[in-house]
Every structure is written in structure tokens, then in C-alpha cells.
């Protein structure tokens, strides 16, 4: 009787004790409930009426009773009680399905083999001993999982493994059960939210065994760990990739590391190997000299046939977006002078180059080139973020710090750090520290500390690049027939700068016979954007000079690179992002877009869709939900079913600025691509994780175990039956 109406057996209650589950608030607002209850209980008891005063004391009881039962029931109580360990009838063995099991690296037979001969239901030799004790319960998993019939052959063919999965999935059909333990099979450890599945099986006090399959260490191995470079390039730009290898037995060999765009190879350098353990970086300078999705594949392969334990994980692929620009360019100056005239003609055959010129001829007296529009800042100077942030990069040449206001500095500040955009600071009779800049609010956005103004300065400096500038995106091709720039003539400079600031990159010095060479170009990040300097009064000496021949493409390559680079930063008010960013077939992709406004902050409540096309050419439509914990990013889920690249073009709708729809316009479209590879990751990174399968055997009191120990498995199993208490809450709320 006392089972029937408590749930539990009375030992049960002896041992252990009844706590409340619930929370402090909710207490509160009983308390004051059962309060109300009483004294309307003690009115109702002295008030009048057909009933006597005891038949109303009765009733108030039943009441009282009644509304205490469910008061207690809304506390939660539970019974926390300490039990034994259920003697086990049920054992769940889960198999690793995913295409890692092909690795032969046993002797010449394949883990997924080596895994059957022991595991295979019904046939396995561990497996039938499991059998004979256990009602045993199978699973396949790799990105999903699903119970495996006796006689049914694992397949290989998962291209993602996740642990986790499995282990909910068997706590999900067998947690209800008395199970003795998970016996976890493969060659892996990884899982999406893996803490999460083992505090579950841990709560029901099941222990996982994981059993590992593969080598550790494997004898000879070269991988391709990661390419990596924007996915967003210029037309005709030269962006550096950066290949990163891992090797296993392969020390001082000779690798061939190569890339190709569509089949045709871009680039191409040999190495040779490190010590063992020991990752080498590769730099491709890959040029790109047609717009549109490109297809980039980057190989390694050892120069000399040598043997390896995997190959699959020599190449890595993904597409990038060609783009024709134009890159806009601002330049602002305060006096006209040749500089003005012989940038604007370095950058003017080049196509993706934009470039607007304002120049200073007296107050309030601007002479405007490139500028077609006459509305576009009719002031000279911008002083709003719509018209400032339309460019990606801004040069400030001859000009005192004292013709831009402090708005307008706060402005060029918000340029950098917000939008992302680049600046350019040169040199001239009214630039940096002469112009007024060291005492004005730019100087903390400057890459070099100003010093006092040096009035009366003049010095004609040869130029010198510092060890590796050659290769850097802003003067490549600049200094590739002269590394030393010594055949170059000198350049004019009126500004000396002579100290860069902590973290920034000094590229080019001069030596004008001071004990502190002269800083001629050096730079920062700043925010999201970067900040440059180049101290010198006329780079037009280098195109111009006598010895200079009529041929020489130095100046131009200069400024065509220097511009590129600096609008590299800067933020498009559309971007499109997706997780994973590398998803396998079945895998479900979240798209987020960010959306920003003019002035480059979170835009809400806008419009946005995003069409996908397959690689088979079908076109899928999803709406994009905007998210009210961050005001600017509209996100859609699709699930990929084929490999291959699929196409993500974003358009976005901004709101209308009345109720009228006035105001309300489409964003350029924001393009984006999705790699989705048949094999995903899994020959990467393929050695067996033996620390991973301990770490989870030893979270949930379990063994790790090699697969040829395999066989010790069922009497550890019954070892441990009955042995051990587990701790219990159970509810009581219900009784």
C-alpha cells in the first residue's frame, strides 16, 4: 500500500532523503498563494450561511488539503536515494561507419575489416561472447546513427564521424533499461556537443569502454593540413596562399607543393621537410587573371616515390570569388602639386582602380577630379559617413590637420576602425608632423609617433627595403627586379619620421646620415581597417627621373599594389558567411548575412532571401530570418545532398524610411560559395585519437582498450555488475 501511493518502496525512503526541487522564486509566489488561501479559509469559517460552523470547518479542511496537495506538488519534491548498480542485462556496442575505416594501416587489412573481425554482429569473436551474457544492442554511426541488424554489413561510407550522436542515440533507446555499458568502437573521438552525451550516460551511471582501431603513429605520412587565403580576390591581384604541411617518417624528404585554378597550375615550390612532428608553411603567390568562381586545388606529394599510409590527405580544394572591383580610392590634398597628377596616371590603366582626387587650390577652394557628380561633397571635404565610407581606401597627402574638423577626423577614425577601410598617409610641406597632426586626434591612428615639427627639413634619401618586403602584398612586383632599390634614384623627404609604434610593420627606411634611419614606409592595424605612412614628398621621381627608362613600371606597380592592399579590409555592407564552413553531403549549413547600413552599423528589419544553386543547376529559394540578439545578421539552414560547389547570392531589401515605402531599396547582391566534399575531413587528421577515447572512457568510469585487447571486454563487463551504488533523484511530485 505504501508503494501504491508513494511511488517507492519504503527502503527506498529509509536511505535516502526528500529534497525540493524547485526554485526560490517560485516559493515565493506559493508562499503568498497559500497565505491568500488561509485567510479567505478563516473568513469563510466565521461567516454565516445554511451550513453549521462544523460542517464549514470540514470543508475548509478538505479544501485546505486539497490546495496544500498541489502547492507541494508545484515544490518538486524528489527523493534522493544512493542505490546499487543494476546487475546488467543490456550492453549497447557502437561501430565507427565513416570512410577513416578504409585507412589500412593493420598490417595491410583495412580498420573497418579489423573492426568486424571482432565486432560484427553475431560473427565477431568479441561480439558472440557479448551475446552469450548480454541482450546486446548494435549501432552504425558516422554523421547520424542507427541501430545495426545482426548480419548487416558496415558500408564505410560516412564522411563525418561523431561520437556524440551515437552515444545520445543509445541513451535514448536504452537509457530506460538495465545497462551495463556502451562499448564504443573507432578510430576517432570528435562530436558536436560530445560533454553533453557523456553527462547523460554518466547521470545513469554507464560506464563507456572505447576501443580503439588504427596506429597511432603513423610510419610515413605527409598531409596537406590547410591552404588558407581570402576567399575574395581582385582581378589581376597576387594574394599569397599559405600551405601548411604535417609529415610522419618523412624527415629531409623533397615535397612538390603545387597549385592549380581549373586545372591549370598557378604555382609551384619544392621543400624539404623539417624534423618529424614539425609543420611547415608553404607561400604560393597565386595571380588571378579571370573574374568569376574560381576552382583552386593545392597539392603535395613527395618528389621521390616513398610509401605512404594515407594519400587522400594530400590536396585540399575550395573556390574563390573573382571579383572586377573597382576598389575606390579617395585622395585628399591640401596644394596641388605633381604627386596629385602622376598617381592619377600610375592607376589609370588599371580597371579595378577607382580613384577621386580633391585638391586644395585656396580657401575654401577645391579642384575636383574623377568626380563626375557636382552633389558628391560640394564642401571639398567629406563630413558625413555616407558619402566618406563609399570608398574603401583614403590617402591624405599635403594636408594640415587643422583644415579637417574634429568631426571630421572622428570620421576618418570611424572610416578605419568601423568600416574597415584603409588609409594612406603621405609626406609634403603640410603633411604629419608639419601639418599639425602629432597634436590633432588622427596621430593615434598613425603606425609611427610624430615628433616635433622639423621646419626647414630637406633630405633626398636612397630607400631601402627591410629583409622579406619584397613579398609583402604591398610591394610586390615593386621590388622584384631590384630587391635593394638601389638603382632607384633617391626621393624627397620633408617629414622625418624616425620612430614606429609597438606591433607596427616598418617595410622601407632611408639613410639620411642620422643615427636613426628615416621610416619610409610602415604600417598598423587599426579596428578592422589598416593605417599607412609614407613619408616621402614626390614617389614621382620614380617614374619621372632620368634614370629612370620610359619603360619602367616601378611607380605604377607601386601604387596599383599599395591600393589594392589597403582596401583588403574594408567591409562590404552585405556578407555572407556559412556553418560549417566545409560541410559533407546530409549535413545541415546555416547561412548568416551580415547587413549593415551607410554609416556601416547593424541594419534590423530589413528584407533578405538567399537563392542557392546546386552543382546540378537546380535554384532553391530560403527566406532569411533576422535575429533579434544581434541586430544586423538575417540567418537560413539548407542541407546540401550532392557534393560539389554550391552558389549563394544574398539580396537584401532595406526597410522603407516611412510608412509611405519611400526610402526602401535593394543592397548590392553579396556572392558566396559553399565546398561541399564527398569525403570531408575524415582522411585528415587520420591517426587514431587514442588520448580522445581515453578522455571519454574516463569521464563515464570506463576502460580504454586497443582492439587486439579487446577480448577482456565481457569480464570486465561482469567484473563490475552489481558493484558500485548509483545516485538517484526521483521524482515524488506525482505520488
Known amino acids: 500500500m505504501f508503494e501504491f501511493l508513494f511511488k517507492y518502496p519504503p527502503a527506498w525512503f529509509e536511505r535516502g532523503v526528500v529534497e525540493l526541487a524547485g526554485s526560490w522564486p517560485a516559493y515565493a509566489v506559493l508562499a503568498v498563494l497559500a497565505g491568500t488561501v488561509l485567510l479567505w ?33 508545484l515544490f518538486q519534491p524528489v527523493l534522493v536515494v544512493t542505490l546499487p548498480r543494476p546487475e546488467p542485462s543490456h550492453v549497447a556496442v557502437a561501430l565507427d561507419d565513416s570512410r577513416s575505416m578504409r585507412i589500412e594501416d593493420r598490417a595491410g587489412v583495412s580498420r573497418a575489416a579489423a573492426q568486424a573481425a571482432r565486432f560484427a554482429p553475431g560473427e565477431g569473436e568479441v561480439a558472440r561472447r557479448l551475446e552469450e551474457r548480454f541482450t546486446t544492442h548494435y549501432y552504425r554511426f558516422a554523421g547520424a546513427a542507427e541501430p545495426l541488424a545482426s548480419g548487416r554489413a558496415l558500408t564505410g561510407a560516412g ?22 555499458a556502451v562499448i564504443l568502437v573507432g578510430d576517432g573521438a570528435r562530436g558536436h556537443d560530445l560533454a553533453g552525451a557523456l553527462v547523460e550516460l554518466r547521470a545513469l551511471g554507464v560506464p563507456v569502454h572505447t576501443v580503439g582501431v588504427g596506429d597511432e603513429r603513423f610510419a610515413a ?56 612532428d614539425a609543420a611547415s608553411t608553404v607561400r604560393l603567390p597565386l595571380r588571378f587573371t579571370e573574374a ?45 602639386r605633381f604627386e596629385v597628377k602622376f598617381i592619377r596616371r600610375a592607376v589609370v590603366e588599371d580597371p579595378s582602380i577607382e580613384l577621386a582626387s580633391i585638391v586644395r587650390t585656396a580657401e575654401n577652394k577645391f579642384y575636383r577630379l574623377g568626380l563626375t557628380d557636382p552633389e558628391i561633397m560640394p564642401q571639398g571635404l567629406p563630413d558625413t559617413a555616407e558619402a566618406l565610407f563609399a ?85 610586390r612586383g615593386t621590388l622584384e627586379t631590384r630587391p635593394d632599390l638601389a638603382d632607384l634614384p633617391p626621393l624627397t623627404v620633408l617629414n622625418p619620421v624616425r620612430e614606429a609604434k609597438p606591433g607596427a610593420t616598418v617595410l622601407l627606411r632611408g639613410d639620411d646620415g642620422d643615427e636613426r634611419p628615416l621610416v619610409i614606409f610602415a604600417y598598423h ?80 528589419g530589413a528584407s533578405a532571401s538567399v ?93 580504454y582498450f586497443d582492439l587486439d585487447d579487446a577480448g577482456a571486454l565481457p569480464q570486465i563487463i561482469d567484473a563490475v555488475a552489481g558493484q558500485g551504488e548509483i545516485r538517484r533523484r526521483l521524482d515524488l511530485w506525482d505520488a
Not at 564522411?159 to 541513451?171: C, F, G, I, K, P
Not at 620610359?550 to 605604377?556: G, K, N, R, S, W
Open 525 to 604: 592595424r587599426y579596428g578592422r581597417g589598416t593605417v599607412a605612412v609614407l613619408p616621402v614628398a614626390n614617389t614621382w621621381r620614380w617614374q619621372m627621373h632620368n634614370d629612370v627608362p620610359l619603360e619602367d613600371q616601378t611607380h605604377e606597380t607601386l601604387w596599383r599594389q599599395l591600393l589594392r592592399w589597403l582596401a583588403r579590409s574594408a567591409r562590404e555592407r552585405v556578407s555572407v558567411s556559412t556553418q560549417p564552413a566545409s560541410p559533407v553531403p546530409g549535413e545541415a549549413v546555416t547561412v548568416q548575412a551580415r547587413v549593415l547600413d551607410t554609416a556601416f552599423r547593424p541594419r534590423a
Open 41 to 73: 479559509g478563516a473568513g469563510y469559517l466565521g461567516g454565516g450561511g445554511r451550513l453549521g460552523r462544523a460542517d464549514r470547518l470540514v470543508l475548509m479542511v478538505l479544501r485546505a488539503l486539497g490546495v496544500g496537495a498541489v502547492v507541494l506538488a
Open 391 to 475: 570608398y574603401q581606401v583614403l590617402v591624405l597627402g599635403s594636408l594640415e590637420a587643422r583644415q579637417l574638423s574634429e568631426a571630421q577626423q572622428a570620421l576618418i577614425t570611424d572610416f578605419v576602425a568601423e568600416r574597415g577601410g584603409g588609409l594612406l598617409v603621405l609626406g609634403g610641406r603640410f603633411g604629419l608632423a608639419e601639418g599639425g597632426f602629432g597634436s590633432s586626434r588622427l596621430a593615434r591612428l598613425l603606425p609611427v609617433n610624430l615628433g616635433e615639427r622639423a621646419a626647414g627639413f630637406r633630405a633626398a634619401v636612397e630607400v631601402q627595403a627591410a629583409p622579406g618586403a619584397g613579398q609583402h602584398p604591398a610591394l
Open 221 to 276: 605520412d605527409l598531409e596537406l593540413r590547410a591552404a588558407s587565403m581570402p576567399r575574395d580576390v581582385l582581378l589581376e591581384d597576387t594574394v599569397d596562399a599559405e600551405v601548411r604541411l604535417a609529415h610522419r617518417g618523412l624527415a629531409g624528404r623533397e615535397v612538390i607543393v603545387t597549385a592549380e585554378a581549373d586545372g591549370l597550375r598557378l604555382a609551384e615550390r619544392r621543400v624539404r621537410l623539417a624534423r618529424d
Open 159 to 180: 564522411a563525418r564521424s561523431d561520437v556524440a550522436t551515437v552515444l545520445r542515440r543509445v541513451h535514448r533507446d536504452l537509457g530506460d533499461r538495465a545497462l551495463g
Open 611 to 703: 537563392e542557392i544553386t546546386t552543382p546540378l543547376g537546380d535554384h532553391l529559394e530560403h527566406a532569411l530570418d533576422w535575429s533579434s540578439d544581434d541586430e544586423g545578421l538575417y540567418t537560413a539552414r539548407f542541407t546540401p545532398t550532392e557534393p560539389g560547389v554550391y552558389e549563394l547570392r544574398v539580396r537584401v531589401q532595406e526597410p522603407a524610411a516611412d510608412a509611405t515605402g519611400a526610402g526602401s531599396a535593394p543592397l548590392p547582391a553579396a556572392l558566396a560559395f559553399v565546398d561541399v566534399e564527398a569525403d570531408g575531413d575524415e582522411f585528415f587528421g587520420a591517426e587514431l585519437d587514442a588520448a580522445g577515447l581515453r578522455r571519454i572512457a574516463a569521464a563515464t568510469g570506463g576502460r
Open 292 to 336: 568569376g568562381p574560381t576552382r583552386l586545388a593545392f597539392r603535395a606529394a613527395l618528389a621521390s616515390d616513398a610509401p605512404e599510409a594515407v594519400v587522400r590527405n594530400n590536396a585540399r580544394e575550395f573556390t574563390v570569388r573573382v571579383r572586377t572591383g573597382p576598389v575606390r580610392v579617395l585622395h585628399l590634398e591640401g596644394e596641388p
